[in-house]
T-cell receptor, first 112, second 112 residues
Framework: KQEVTQIPAALSVPEGENLVLNCSFT??????LQWFRQDPGKGLTSLLL?????REQTSGRLNASLDKSSGRSTLYIAASQPGDSATYLC???????????FGKGTRLHILP | EAQVTQNPRYLITVTGKKLTVTCSQN?????MSWYRQDPGLGLRQIYY???????DKGDVPEGYKVSRKEKRNFPLILESPSPNQTSLYFC???????????FGSGTRLTVV
């Protein structure tokens, strides 16, 4: 059974720093991996989607990578800003038409 | 604007009083799903639907019902709500074929 883990559960960094959020999954046979952002009490906003055939995706200051062989994905945030403070969740999809399995998220706090 | 719309956003009800949370998407997505989010437990899938008239149980279906009579709508029904169904609920949709998910803004339900 696929398990998706995000460590650490919470992270505080000063504004301006580059940072990396980690996501690991136990079954490397994933179809794709998606990163979301969630603000407190709000819905999930999709940030990046990486298909299994891709190694990375970029959007603005965000870059997500995927290494299936090691069961890892990372979300890189460049030049962090206070507005980046949120919970970041990763989710793995196992098959073309299957559900996605979420990690429990990393709560990120950017210190002004 | 492409979106998933849930209503209501907030709901307080009493034990045993039937309720329905509506979900509608305007993206012609085949796949729709309901999740609940609880502290420490993350996002757990309740029910999903691959297309009209096709629904299936997720990880935590007990106490919930769904229907998919039209492609755009996927209501979540609690026939006899109980306090342990107090949670933050999300509806999500996607095209089939491994595309990314789009989430609604969430419904915060309190059962007293």
């Amino acid at each position: 059974k696929q398990e998706v883990t995000q460590i650490p559960a919470a992270l505080s960094v000063p504004e301006g720093e580059n940072l990396v959020l980690n996501c690991s999954f136990t079954d490397s046979a994933i179809y794709n991996l998606q990163w979301f952002r969630q603000d407190p009490g709000k819905g999930l906003t999709s940030l990046l989607l990486i298909q299994s055939s891709q190694r990375e995706q970029t959007s603005g200051r965000l870059n997500a990578s995927l290494d299936k062989s090691s069961g890892r994905s990372t979300l890189y945030i460049a030049a962090s800003q206070p507005g980046d403070s949120a919970t970041y969740l990763c989710a793995a999809r196992m098959n073309r038409d299957d559900k996605i399995i979420f990690g429990k998220g990393t709560r990120l706090h950017i210190l002004p | 604007e492409a979106q998933v719309t849930q209503n209501p956003r907030y709901l307080i009800t009493v034990t045993g009083k039937k309720l329905t949370v509506t979900c509608s998407q305007n993206m012609n997505h085949e796949y729709m799903s309901w999740y609940r989010q609880d502290p420490g437990l993350g996002l757990r899938q309740i029910y999903y639907s691959m297309n009209v008239e096709v629904t299936d149980k997720g990880d935590v279906p007990e106490g919930y019902k769904v229907s998919r009579k039209e492609k755009r709508n996927f209501p979540l029904i609690l026939e006899s709500p109980s306090p342990n169904q107090t949670s933050l609920y999300f509806c999500a949709s996607s095209l089939t074929g491994g595309y990314g998910y789009t989430f609604g803004s969430g419904t915060r339900l309190t059962v007293v």
